[in-house]
């Protein structure tokens, strides 16, 4: 059971694919390089797997990362780019009765 749940183009050639899979009987949470060429198209050895039981720790830890300290524009929760020097909106957590179950 894979379940894609969405990619960040990196470059060109390369994308970020975040998926939902089952490897060896045990769920987990992917984030792996997906390569477009003329010599190879699949996924890369670059990349990380979070097994399901430490997930949620690890979304609390990319929560925590100040957008102030990347540099990098702020999106609102609808993902959309803000032009440079907008306000950004407080992200909203949603609490654990509304997190699917995997």
């Not at 960040?8 to 992917?30: E, M, P, S």
């Not at 907008?86 to 179950?101: M, R």
């Amino acid at each position: 059971m894979d379940k894609d749940i969405g990619k960040i183009q990196k470059n060109a050639t390369t994308d970020i694919l975040v998926r939902i899979d089952d490897f060896g009987g045990r769920k987990g949470v992917t984030i792996r390089e997906f390569v477009t060429s003329d010599k190879y198209t699949g996924f890369t050895k670059a990349g990380t797997r979070v097994p399901a039981e430490h997930f949620l720790k690890f979304r609390e830890m990319i929560n925590s990362v100040p957008l102030s300290e990347l540099d990098a524009p702020a999106e609102s929760v609808k993902g959309e780019y803000k032009p440079k020097g907008a306000k950004p909106q407080k992200t909203l957590k949603p609490s654990e009765e509304e997190l699917p179950d995997y």
